[in-house]
């Protein structure tokens, strides 16, 4: 149904992303702080248009734009995911002598782009949408001026990640070529007539394919991860490792939901995938064993878990993708939220030495750390084991077992490296004097959301996954 | 419906784990003596369980079952003869882990009172559990207080012992994580209804290859935590490293957790594949009684004596199991109760030597005997229980077990008996070196002797020792119904051998219940 309605919550956050960059101006330096409410005012109104929505099937645009459940979905994943990065932001950035108005726009700019790429079925509009992201994304990484790292990532992550568009772009042109159309179900609906010359099409799925690995950074394509994690300020990490990651993911899910049907070209595919995400699983977890620096840890875990998603591409098993997806956003940013506690003005504390005996020192940022590593590393009764139980059990179901079973001793090399932190928080004599300012009820309230989240979703996540699955099978099908 | 009582005897600790968190830290006493009150409950709790038991039925009972996440996976508890038994020793023995932490816990008492609290949550969650999937949380969750408990309260190596630790556990148990979801979806491709309830994949017939994948992922796993050589490597770190009361829980009981697994999982899953790897396995049991035995022999610390002692006694018990009759079986199992009394008993007497001493090496002990008679007296009967004399426990349950595999094979019954003479050899050669003998250090003569408190958790030990060394039927007839229904799934099964698949479709038929 064309309705303008669909257009709703991304007007919602593009007109707050203007909102907030006008409003800049007018304030003072010390009142910058509004500026985040007013963010989320917009944000809470983008998730309550987008919940108007459900199980609507709204579209927009002659169908450019369609708001199916899905997208309905990821529209509040990215709202809840953006409202965390703001809530986190908000004394980070005084702290560390970044308190810029604009990354409050920037990020608002940033999440409707993800909600472009994720409500549309267009590969153009998919690109738009991946644009807009990218290009504020590469100004949010370099948002500490002052820090050359900072600098270093963002140059990094734009040369790399304007190589990646143009890659996309590429793609879209062969396909294009092939099919005369950037419409996805018309190009998959190319794709499986036999009659029609494939290589063009295919070679232009490959290339697309690359574009988006490099936004979800699976290996090869993960190079810039850790040095851009590790620059940038740390919200901005945590909004790094699963915006793109879920938008990313949902495209590829968007394509892969009818493509396998295509008999032509699925094997190959199929295989280099599948090489793809063991390549993934353990290069990210093996190289995560000689970090030092949290954040290249965590930098190197995304990547793993990455892996670990596209095993659920592979087996078909979307909801559990999604319900990964979810998981994934509560305790990665509930980790980064903990490591953005263990620090004060001007300083932070980012090596594992500094993590010595901090669990005991301050409990409720030690704890809740811990749960969260825990979770990641996949242990019950968290969010992270059910993720990996659903998602595992759904390969093993697709006949994946050989994957699987790699898959499953990746996660046991990354228990090893998720509970050296707690090692060192827990059973390490404090070496470095470690003085936080814990007076950050904003980023507490994060905490304990993160806490819940992953508390709920790891003992009783009923109703989420009924949801989930009532929004993958309301997906067209075609 | 009546009152939940499986859940509440599992929970309450976890609920009690919980209250601790808002107890001030400062407030020492105030956890010590909640953390006793919670875990007396939940044994007054679990008594209620052991005398509504109906030993004539092999059911499970306090049957509890309410639907949770869909797709098969329910809330299920319930308790047979098998597992009652461990409950009962889980819920028995953590009163007495608490109290003989009281002083020996002098840092961090309430976080160390919380993780013991949620490690008996966790433990009697996987006794009583009835399905698969809740079996594996508690199986996988109750790693992390232990992990914690070594890693923190440990000794100067316990990083190193507490990661290996889990690490190994770990890697065993994913593997049976994978087994499982094989089971999940070949139970699915057999029926069309997803399930992993534990009694459905009783009724579930599976080619003998691919049972012989899914035996060896859930007997990895199993091997591992009870532990079997050659996977045994991990146990003397954890224990030396330990503190007292995790040593105890450790050896009591969690090792029961693995024999537990084979005789609920592996033994009645996979019979077929059972029948081949008997062999290997019945070997590698009695290398494990062997090698334990001599290992012992020479350890200097007396803790680890004790800790491969635990190797080899555990041996007997995995080769009771595989003697697959009523005598061995039983006998396992009583032998998993006697192991976990005596063997929590030694640890705690060595707890008392250390925390007087502060040394745990032989060499520095001698003539202890005249300064602490009484507890010279009490390790005389906990040492003498571990090495089975008539009218103790650890007897009945030796003499059972060696029939057992009697029965089955004569030569490994001969080998096996090793374990008793080996236990008499390096116990009561320690017991000298350390009990008897001249003086040799000046520190042993200001030993004082034991307190109330101490006499106050090993009595009711003592007492349970002597009860199961004279009157064994209490136990055994609670079990019977329950182990001969085990025994009558392993043998009397209807064995289809399909025809060889492709590994993707194994195959999976379904056998008619009558």
């Not at chain 1, 917009?42 to 919940?51: E, I, K, M, N, P």
């Not at chain 1, 509930?334 to 001007?346: D, E, H, M, Q, R």
């Amino acid at each position: 149904m064309n309705n303008f309605a669909s257009l709703s919550p991304l007007l919602a956050t593009v007109g707050g992303a203007l909102v907030v960059l006008l409003l800049e101006v007018f304030l003072k330096k010390e009142k910058r702080d509004y500026l985040g409410f007013v963010s989320l005012a917009f944000l809470a109104a983008a998730a309550a248009l987008s919940v108007l929505c459900w199980d609507k099937n709204l579209t927009y645009f002659r169908g450019t734009l369609s708001f199916d459940n899905l997208a309905v979905l990821l529209t509040l994943f990215f709202c809840l995911a953006g409202a965390f990065v703001i809530l986190l932001t908000l004394r980070y950035m005084s702290q560390h002598g970044a308190n810029h108005g604009e990354i409050f726009a920037l990020l608002l700019l940033a999440l409707s782009g993800l909600m472009i790429m994720t409500s549309s079925s267009d590969l153009l509009v998919i690109f738009l949408g991946l644009e807009v992201f990218s290009v504020s994304s590469y100004a949010l990484a370099g948002l500490r001026r002052g820090e050359p790292k900072s600098g270093e990532a963002a140059l990094k992550y734009f040369l790399l990640g304007s190589f990646a568009s143009a890659f996309l772009v590429l793609g879209l042109a062969f396909l294009f070529g092939a099919s005369r159309s950037t419409f996805l179900p018309e190009i998959i609906v190319h794709l499986r007539m036999a009659a029609a010359p494939q290589t063009l099409a295919i070679s232009g799925v490959a290339i697309v394919f690359v574009g988006f690995a490099f936004k979800v950074a699976v290996v090869p394509f993960h190079m810039w991860t850790p040095d851009v994690y590790e620059g940038a300020p740390t919200p901005v990490t945590a909004f790094f490792s699963v915006g793109p990651k879920a938008a990313g993911f949902i495209v590829l899910l968007r394509v892969f939901l009818n493509f396998w049907e295509a008999e032509q070209g699925r094997q190959p595919f199929f295989w280099a995938l599948w090489a793809i995400a063991v390549l993934t699983m353990a290069v990210g977890n093996l190289a995560a064993l000689r970090q030092t620096n949290v954040k290249r840890l965590l930098a190197y875990s995304s990547i793993a878990h990455a892996g670990y998603l596209l095993v659920a591409v592979l087996a078909r098993d979307y909801s559990s993708l999604v319900f990964y997806l979810a998981a994934y956003l509560f305790m990665n940013v509930g980790a980064f939220a903990a490591v953005i506690g263990l620090s004060k003005t001007g300083t932070e504390y980012l090596e594992l030495d500094d993590f010595a005996g901090v669990g005991f020192r301050y409990p409720w940022i030690g704890g809740t750390l811990a749960v969260f590593l825990l979770s990641l590393a996949g242990f019950p009764p968290t969010a992270g084991f059910l993720a990996k139980f659903y998602v595992f059990s759904g390969a093993v179901r697709a006949g994946l077992v050989s994957l699987v079973i790699i898959g499953v001793l990746a996660s046991l090399v990354s228990v090893f490296y998720y509970l050296r932190v707690v090692v060192y928080m827990y059973m390490k004599e404090p070496g470095r004097q470690v003085d936080i300012e814990v007076d950050n009820p904003a980023l507490f309230l994060v905490l304990f959301l993160c806490l819940f989240g992953v508390l709920q979703l790891g003992i009783f996540p009923g109703n989420i996954l009924v949801v989930i699955k009532h929004a993958i099978s309301s997906l067209s099908v075609f | 419906m009546s009152f939940p009582i499986l859940s509440f005897v599992t929970f309450l600790p976890a609920a009690g784990a919980v209250l601790l968190i808002f107890v001030a830290k400062e407030k020492v006493k105030v956890h010590r003596f909640l953390a006793l009150a919670f875990t007396l409950v939940t044994l007054a709790a679990s008594l209620a369980l052991y005398f509504n038991f109906d030993g004539s039925s092999a059911d499970p009972q306090f049957v509890e079952k309410s639907g949770w996440l869909g797709y098969g996976i329910n809330y299920h508890l319930g308790v047979d003869g098998i597992s009652l038994w461990l409950v009962l020793l889980t819920t028995f023995l953590m009163p007495i882990a608490v109290l003989s932490s009281w002083t020996y816990i002098q840092k961090r008492v309430k976080e160390y009172l919380i993780f013991m609290l949620l490690l008996e949550s966790g433990i009697i969650g996987v006794f009583v559990s009835l399905n698969l999937f809740l079996f594996y949380v508690f199986w996988e969750a109750m790693l992390i207080p232990m992990y914690f408990l070594i890693g923190v309260w440990g000794g100067p190596r316990r990083v190193y012992a507490t990661l290996k630790f889990v690490l190994m556990t770990m890697f065993g148990s994913l593997l049976m994580l994978v087994a499982i979801f094989v089971l999940y979806s070949f139970y699915y491709r057999a029926t069309g209804v997803y399930s992993l309830e534990i009694f459905d994949f009783h009724k579930l017939i599976l080619n003998p290859q691919v049972q012989g994948w899914l035996f060896l992922g859930f007997a990895l796993a199993f091997a591992i935590k009870v532990p079997m050589f050659p996977f045994h490597t991990w146990l003397p770190d954890a224990h030396v490293e330990a503190p007292t009361a995790a040593s105890v829980i450790l050896a009591a009981v969690l090792l029961k957790m693995g024999t537990y697994g084979f005789l609920r999982f592996a033994l009645p899953l996979f019979p077929d594949a059972l029948e081949k790897f008997l062999p290997l396995l019945s070997v590698l049991a009695l290398i494990g009684i062997i090698y334990g035995g001599l290992m012992a022999l020479v350890q200097k610390d007396i803790k680890s004596l004790v800790a491969y002692s635990s190797v080899s006694h555990m041996g007997l018990i995995m080769l009771a199991v595989f003697s697959l009759n009523m005598e061995g079986v039983e006998g396992a199992i009583y032998q998993m109760l006697n192991h976990g009394l005596s063997t929590g008993a030694l640890f705690l007497i060595v707890g008392i030597l250390y925390e007087r001493a502060h040394t745990r090496l032989i060499k520095d002990f001698g003539g202890v005997s005249t300064q602490m008679p009484v507890f010279s007296a009490f390790f005389l009967v906990c040492m003498l229980s571990s090495v089975g004399l008539p009218g103790l426990n650890g007897f009945v349950g030796e003499v059972l077990c060696l029939y057992g595999v009697f029965k089955a094979s004569p030569l490994l019954a001969i080998l096996a008996v090793s374990t008793v003479i080996l236990a008499a050899a390096y116990l009561l050669w320690m017991y000298q070196r350390v009990m008897h003998g001249p003086v040799v250090n000046e520190k042993v003569r200001s030993l004082k002797d034991m307190n109330k408190r101490e006499l106050g958790y090993l009595i009711p030990i003592v007492i349970m020792m002597f009860w199961m060394g004279i009157y064994p039927q209490t136990f055994l007839r609670k079990m019977d119904a329950s182990v001969s229904r085990l025994l009558d799934r392993v043998h009397n099964r209807q064995k289809i051998f399909e025809a060889q698949r492709l590994p993707e479709k194994p195959a999976a038929v379904l056998e008619e219940k009558e």
